[in-house]
Structures are given as C-alpha cells and as structure tokens.
C-alpha cells in the first residue's frame, strides 16, 4: 500500500507561479515513476509531467518550458513548480504513484484544486 500526500494547490493570477508537492509513504518501490496529472471540468485526466526514479522527464506539450518536474528520492516526494500559469491551467491536479518492478502497483493522490484567474 503506498499513501499520497499532496500539497500546494490554490488560487493564483495568470502569470504567477505555483508549486505543488507530493509526498509517497508505506511500500515504495525504489524504481518508480512519479508524476502530476490534471483533469479540468468536463474534460478527461490528462498527463503534466513525470519523472522516473532515475530522473528521466515526461512533459505535456501544452507546459513545456513553463513546469518544471522534480523529485528527492530519499523524501519520496514529488515536486511541480509551475511558472507563467494561464487560465488554461485551472484543473484539479493528481500525483500519480506507479511501481516500475512491480506490475499493478498504481496509486493516485487525492488531488489538489489550481485555479488560475484574475
């Protein structure tokens, strides 16, 4: 069983920044992928960003050059520090925990409102 303890969200106007944080705890894998994805109002959960372990980066086009993906693998914690933010961005982000040695291992975060408006 593996926990998810996110923090970060709120309210920021378009062009500020954000970062959102994301804590794993019980049966950690030490090969694994972390990552933030979002879902909007009627729309479906799609992928920000993610970071293997061994620190390999995945980015949505639609945040490249703005979000920047992390990790300390000795907190198991994930971080998303999120710059130059559009109202696009609002969405409900989730952190995603997924085992890369053991299959089925798949853990989602509560998430965490971002709402980017004036």
């Known amino acids: 069983q593996v926990q998810l303890m996110e923090s970060g969200g709120g309210l920021v106007q378009p062009g500020g920044s954000l970062r959102l944080s994301c804590a794993a705890s019980?049966?950690?894998?030490?090969?694994?992928?972390m990552g933030w994805y979002r879902q909007a109002p009627g729309k479906q959960r799609e992928l920000a960003a993610s970071i293997i372990s061994d620190g390999g980066t995945n980015y949505a086009d639609s945040v490249k050059g703005r979000f920047t993906i992390s990790r300390d693998n000795a907190k198991n914690t994930v971080y998303l520090q999120m710059n130059s933010l559009k109202p696009d961005d609002t969405a409900v982000y989730y952190c995603r925990y997924r085992s890369l040695m053991r299959r089925d291992l798949n853990y989602w975060g509560q998430g965490t409102q971002v709402t980017v408006s004036s």
């Open positions: 019980g049966s950690i894998d030490s090969i694994n992928l």
